[in-house]
């Protein structure tokens, strides 16, 4: 059973702050690296940031590097996004996702599980 669930997304105005999080419900949550991508209207959907399996290594796109920070929590199986310094050009459907074993980080297609989003919003 796999199950990953996110919340925390909302409408803000620029230059606040959101953090999103993800459940997971994944019997080896602490033994995968995970992600989130978004994806705007109209647009492909983009990757945001990664962390290894234990947390301790991290990558972030250069459009939120200095902004964003993921995070993970293993013993409560939960993935986290700080957003900071929000920009009307950050809105998007957030995912959070499991990487599947040998996948690339910053790719989709490494991932194996999904979840349903949740919608951010930046006001100008």
């Known amino acids: 059973q796999v199950q990953l669930v996110e919340s925390g997304g909302g409408l803000v105005q620029a230059g606040g702050s959101l953090r999103l999080s993800c459940a997971a419900s994944?019997?080896?949550?602490?033994?995968?690296?995970m992600g989130w991508f978004r994806q705007a209207i109209g647009k492909e959907r983009e990757f945001v940031a990664a962390?290894?399996?234990?947390?301790?290594?991290?990558d972030h796109a250069d459009s939120v590097k200095g902004r964003f920070t993921i995070s993970r929590d293993n013993a409560k199986k939960m993935l986290y996004l700080q957003m900071n310094s929000l920009k009307p050009e950050d809105t998007a459907v957030y995912y959070c996702a499991q990487r599947r074993p040998g996948g690339v980080s910053t790719m989709p297609r490494g991932y194996d599980y999904w979840g349903q989003g949740t919608q951010v919003t930046v006001s100008s």
């Open positions: 994944v019997r080896t949550f602490s033994s995968n690296g």
């Open positions: 962390i290894n399996w234990s947390g301790v290594a991290a």
